[in-house]
């Protein structure tokens, strides 16, 4: 099912540039292009050839260099052609009304990686992960959507899907070719294959917390007494001095928040001002911002002083932000450790990369795997499968008839299915006249 018609674009940034590379895909594609770029001889495929772009009345406008990318084996699966030509945005766009007078018309955003989809060159997560690329703001980013568009979250579906296919098949079978009533399998069967398939699924939900961390990134509070070294810290992993540091305490009086790039990971850093009782009143509107900063956050450090050791007010903010990351300060002094904190000194920089390594640890558990989810569809989709195993699961200890149980099976293939695109009516069909004889 080819479009029949021939799509163009500009496919770099526009603006001035040492190249500009205009698109094209449909079935017109190079009768297009070679209308519009003169060629010295046929253009072979796959392969650069340098051409003139010459207007209607036969004038050289530009030098460009013509690829050609036949059906199927193209970007789109259709007949692809990319002309490069000089960055000058009044011969990209002479270029692009002339390909319009021919015959081409301007892509719809996505339009290319719609029509991949459509003819089946990559699958709907693969296409999201294109965008996810395109839009990747850090380098790890990039390679997680990378991954995802080679395939690493269909693959990890895969087998799954598979597994649910065989239940629902065997299901089916026993509908159809039972004589009697008798099941095709007892119930605690069907329950352990169900079980075998939401343990996997929950787990992945639960990447979703990383995932999004990635794709979105994360708000992260720094807290703590006067002068622990809160500030330091915020300028140690900036690697900037950004926060004003003094070595009186009470320094800090306002949130001053910026951007780090941990590991990847795109962080908003927020410095706060000291907690303590203080009857100064700009410092009090500070300290009650340091626990709103702290509320919204996604993350709390709560920074230790090696040098004044913990005290009963450290145990006081311990117990008001219970799942706080704790990092022991000033270790450079040599003094006092506390178990359990992460031990760094923001003076000297000790301890600063393992910090960083156990931030990104402690938001990455659970999802070691290639294939986690990032993207908020993928997860929604997932939840619906997860909620209708369980219901599969409810209507089998009950004793629910087959066509029952088969109804929320096949609720959860629905969605599982809608993640990559495909019909999966198909693969049930597939999979019945596969692995049942069927002799009518
Ligand atoms: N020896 C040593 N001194 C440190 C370290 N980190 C911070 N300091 C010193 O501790 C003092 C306070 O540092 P700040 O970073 O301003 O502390 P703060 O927690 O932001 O303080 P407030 O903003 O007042 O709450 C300064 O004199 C710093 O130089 C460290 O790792 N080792
Ligand atoms: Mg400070």
Redesign the pocket.
């Known amino acids: 099912m080819l479009s029949d018609d021939t799509i163009v674009a500009l496919s770099t940034p526009p603006g001035r540039g040492a190249i500009s590379t205009i698109r094209f895909s449909g079935p017109e594609s190079l009768k297009i292009a070679r209308r519009l770029v003169r060629l010295p001889d046929a253009p072979q495929a796959r392969r650069a050839t340098l051409g003139e772009f010459c207007d209607a009345d036969g004038e050289a406008a530009d030098e460009v260099l013509l690829t050609w990318f036949p059906a199927p084996n193209s970007y789109s699966g259709e007949e692809v052609v990319e002309v490069s030509c000089h960055g000058a945005p009044v011969v990209v766009d002479y270029f692009l009304r002339c390909a319009l007078v021919q015959g081409a018309r301007l892509a719809e955003p996505g339009e290319f990686t719609l029509r991949a989809f459509t003819h089946g060159r990559m699958n709907l997560a693969q296409a999201e992960a294109v965008r996810d690329l395109v839009e990747a703001q850090t380098l790890y980013q990039a390679k997680v959507a990378v991954q995802q568009m080679e395939g690493a979250l269909s693959r990890r579906m895969a087998p799954l899907k598979q597994e649910l296919v065989d239940l629902i098949a065997l299901l089916e079978a026993g509908i159809d070719f039972a004589e009697d009533d008798v099941s095709v399998a007892p119930p605690e069967e069907i329950t352990r294959r169900i079980e075998a398939l939401r343990a996997p699924l929950e787990e992945w939900l639960a990447s979703f917390r990383f995932g999004r961390v990635v794709r979105e990134g994360l708000t992260m509070a720094i807290v ?12 140690r992993l900036l690697e900037r001095e950004r ?10 009086r306002d949130l001053v928040s910026e951007t780090l790039n941990l590991e990847g990971i795109p962080v908003r850093l927020v ?1 706060t ?2 907690i303590r009782e203080t009857s100064d009143e700009a410092e009090s509107i500070g300290v009650r911002r340091s626990f709103e900063a702290s509320a919204e956050a996604d993350v709390t450090l709560l ?1 230790l002083d090696a ?1 004044s050791g913990v005290g009963e007010e450290d145990r006081v903010l311990m117990s008001r932000f219970p799942s706080a990351v704790l990092v022991m ?5 040599g003094k006092n450790a506390f178990d359990g904190a992460q031990r ?5 920089g000790d301890g600063i990369s393992a910090l960083r390594r156990a931030l990104v640890a402690r938001l990455s558990e659970g999802a070691a795997e290639p294939g986690f989810l990032t993207n908020v569809r993928h997860e929604r989709l997932i939840r619906e499968g997860v909620e209708a195993l369980e219901r599969a699961a409810d209507a089998t200890r009950g004793g629910l008839p087959h066509e029952m149980i088969l109804l929320d099976l096949y609720n959860v293939l629905r969605p599982l299915g809608a993640i990559t695109g495909e019909t999966t009516v198909e693969d049930i069909l597939n999979r019945i006249f596969s692995t049942f004889c069927i002799g009518k």
């Open positions: 703590g007494r006067p002068n622990v070294g809160k500030s330091s810290l915020f300028n926060a004003i540091v003094t070595a009186s305490a009470g320094t800090t410095d001002a000291g920074v040098v300060n000033k270790i450079d002094t760094c000194s923001a003076l000297t």
